[in-house]
């Protein structure tokens, strides 16, 4: 039986339409039109009123606000036009996100915008400021809140006189908070994320027992230590100065981590991130991980699947060993990454570095039995980095794939 062939589509009419001055973007309903205006600043969205008789009034509902003061001439003219923005909008319209930057303004504006926001009963904040943030003046915040982010400016010390009880993710960068930050976590019964970044704190212990997501880089409290303790935590990535001393705890549902420290004390708190599956080491002491290795207290991380060593240098038998003490104690592991640091291109004989036997003592081929993708980044050509790679290829039974990207810098 013969089939007839697939009709051509019909030509749209799309051309036509816009040839006739068909107006299709007026013609979608309000819920759809607000929400293509909440990704564009407010003062175009404003702008919009002059299209046509519709447009008239539609900005008076939108419930996203986008406030920056770069979008206009002078300072004095993005105040006029937040004053008559808060005055005309449409009061009845609760406001589901406020996106503003405004450096330099006064308490009295920020004062003002807060407790507008709070009356319309703000889901999201994203304030960047170097005032004081009002935020527990508000009462009002404490129900509505689900999404604070906060920058360049600073808490006060009476952070724990409000709950907020909905709030689940927190942003804090380039921020002085005058107080605990225990003090906020506490008073976020919801909280799950908790991003931190370039900021100072009285003191910084984290224990929550429903936080999924934790990230911290480059902050300072006065104790110079920070506590994690969070049992529901799934991934962490931590950054930090030397000075600062990070103890892990209780990290029993932790899946992926990233951890970054720059001298020996960081490997002191591998133990925490022993349960991990992905794991990033960035800036790694390689000399720590052989002299832990050494006295048996490395340890073994029995659920990791992806090791990831970046900025560390192999060009040393030590830091050779250092490698094959790290996949010893990683029975499982199946992808193994490094990426040697670009700093580090000098050319060094096993035979002649100080150091164990090759293998390392305790060597068994067995913990190979897992590894199939291997790759090396930036690779250096040193004889270490040489020896390490053929040590692997020849003990790695099911390896797959063995990936080499050399290192620019290193001559031909």
Same mark, same amino acid.
């Given at each position: 039986?013969?089939?007839?062939?697939?009709?051509?589509?019909?030509?749209?009419?799309?051309?036509?339409?816009?040839?006739?001055?068909?107006?299709?973007?007026?013609?979608?309903?309000?819920?759809?039109?607000?929400?293509?205006?909440?990704?564009?600043?407010?003062?175009?969205?404003?702008?919009?009123?002059?299209?046509?008789?519709?447009?008239?009034?539609?900005?008076?509902?939108?419930?996203?606000?986008?406030?920056?003061?770069?979008?206009?001439?002078?300072t004095?003219?993005?105040?006029?036009?937040i004053?008559?923005?808060?005055?005309?909008?449409?009061?009845?319209?609760?406001?589901?996100?406020?996106?503003?930057?405004?450096?330099?303004?006064?308490?009295?504006?920020?004062?003002?915008?807060?407790?507008?926001?709070?009356?319309?009963?703000?889901?999201?904040?994203?304030?960047?400021?170097?005032?004081?943030?009002?935020?527990? $003046?508000? %009462?009002s915040?404490? =129900? +509505? !809140?689900?999404? &604070?982010?906060?920058?360049?400016?600073?808490?006060?010390?009476?952070? *724990?006189?409000?709950?907020?009880?909905?709030l689940?993710?927190?942003?804090i960068?380039?921020?002085?908070?005058?107080a605990?930050?225990?003090?906020?976590?506490d008073?976020?019964?919801?909280?799950?994320?908790?991003?931190?970044?370039?900021s100072?704190?009285?003191?910084l212990?984290?224990?929550?027992?429903?936080?999924?997501?934790?990230?911290?880089?480059?902050?300072?409290?006065?104790?110079?230590?920070i506590?994690?303790?969070?049992?529901s935590?799934?991934?962490?990535?931590?950054? $930090?100065? %030397?000075?600062?001393? =990070? +103890? !892990?705890?209780? &990290?029993?549902?932790?899946d992926?981590?990233?951890?970054s420290?720059? *001298?020996?004390?960081?490997?002191?708190f591998?133990?925490?991130?022993?349960r991990?599956?992905?794991?990033?080491?960035?800036?790694?002491?390689?000399?720590?991980?052989?002299?832990?290795?050494?006295?048996?207290?490395?340890?073994?991380?029995?659920?990791l699947?992806?090791?990831?060593?970046?900025?560390?240098?192999?060009?040393?038998?030590?830091?050779?060993?250092?490698?094959?003490?790290?996949?010893?104690?990683?029975?499982?592991?199946?992808?193994?990454?490094?990426?040697?640091?670009?700093?580090?291109?000098?050319?060094c004989?096993?035979?002649?570095?100080?150091?164990?036997?090759w293998?390392?003592?305790?060597?068994?081929?067995?913990?190979?039995?897992?590894?199939?993708?291997?790759?090396?980044?930036?690779?250096?050509?040193?004889?270490?980095?040489?020896?390490?790679?053929?040590?692997i290829?020849?003990?790695?039974?099911?390896?797959?794939?063995i990936?080499?990207?050399?290192?620019?810098?290193?001559?031909?």
């Open positions: 039986m013969e089939t007839n062939p697939t009709k051509k589509p019909k030509i749209s009419n799309l051309q036509t339409s816009f040839s006739k001055g068909i107006d299709r973007i007026g013609e979608l309903p309000d819920v759809l039109l607000h929400q293509i205006l909440s990704f564009l600043p407010t003062k175009q969205v404003v702008q919009t009123s002059i299209l046509s008789k519709r447009w008239i009034h539609l900005w008076k509902f939108i419930n996203t606000l986008n406030l920056d003061v770069n979008d206009f001439s002078t004095k003219s993005f105040k006029v036009f004053h008559n923005l808060l005055n005309l909008r449409n009061i009845e319209s609760n406001i589901l996100a406020l996106r503003m930057s405004w450096p330099w303004i006064s308490s009295r504006d920020i004062d003002a915008i807060m407790c507008y926001a709070s009356y319309h009963k703000v889901e999201s904040m994203a304030i960047d400021c170097w005032r004081p943030f009002p935020l527990f $003046n508000n %009462p915040l404490g =129900c +509505s !809140l689900r999404i &604070l982010k906060l920058k360049r400016g600073w808490l006060g010390g009476k952070i *724990d006189l409000l709950t907020f009880q909905n689940h993710t927190i942003h960068y380039d921020t002085w908070v005058q605990p930050l225990e003090s906020l976590i008073n976020c019964p919801s909280l799950e994320e908790l991003f931190l970044k370039s100072s704190f009285v003191s212990r984290t224990h929550s027992n429903k936080m999924s997501k934790l990230s911290i880089h480059d902050c300072s409290s006065h104790d110079e230590k506590e994690i303790s969070c049992p935590l799934i991934s962490l990535s931590y950054g $930090n100065t %030397p000075s600062m001393k =990070c +103890s !892990l705890e209780n &990290l029993w549902s932790l992926n981590a990233y951890f420290w720059f *001298d020996h004390k960081g490997v002191k591998l133990n925490g991130l022993c991990v599956k992905v794991l990033v080491l960035d800036c790694l002491h390689l000399e720590s991980i052989y002299k832990e290795a050494l006295n048996g207290s490395l340890p073994v991380f029995h659920n699947k992806s090791l990831t060593t970046k900025s560390c240098p192999v060009s040393t038998k030590i830091h050779a060993q250092a490698i094959t003490y790290l996949l010893l104690n990683s029975p499982a592991l199946e992808t193994l990454i490094i990426e040697h640091s670009t700093y580090y291109l000098g050319k004989n096993l035979s002649n570095t100080k150091g164990g036997g293998p390392p003592k305790g060597f068994d081929v067995e913990c190979f039995s897992c590894l199939k993708v291997v790759e090396f980044r930036k690779f250096g050509s040193s004889t270490a980095e040489i020896e390490l790679l053929k040590f290829s020849q003990n790695a039974r099911d390896l797959e794939r990936t080499i990207a050399p290192n620019k810098k290193v001559n031909k």
